[in-house]
């Protein structure tokens, strides 16, 4: 017998000329967020502002039959420059979806009054005491990589780049 579906989850995106493109429509919640992040790694391919996750009631009249569960913005990455950098308004985190890159913003886990940055590539990591202050951290990353041509694929390069960086950033 198969289960009445009494809400469907409803992922989207939106593009820079303000179409809306609906990725489908799904019973459960972790299914329409599978669906929206493989969609966002293709995100680079194409110019988006923003992402939803959005629950419906079914045959339920009215705006109220609708609620957000999750809002996301596009920005160019910090770190590699292309327009995949995803930043969830509703709990503060940020992610590169980029082929290679997968640079990253998040509260920390166990004190939120810090946020954390970090680059997988190179291990990168440091922990900030505000938003604005992980966002510059990852600006100046990206900075000196392209300043020494260093691409996220050339990862022993960054590595050692990333070594004089913390070396700078001590003083
Ligand atoms: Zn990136």
Known sequence: MVEDIQRVFVPSVTEEDGGTIGLGCFSTEKVAWEVLRTFLKRSEEMLLTSSSVVVWD???????????????ECKDCPVCSRRTFWIDLENFSALCHGSACSAWIEENTVDP???DCGWPTIRFLKQNKSIEEAVRELYKLGDRLRAAGVSEQNSVSAEKLMQEHLEQSKD
């Open 58 to 72: 079914i045959d339920r009249v009215g705006e109220e039959a609708m609620n957000v569960l999750a809002t996301m």
């Open 113 to 115: 009054e810090i946020i």
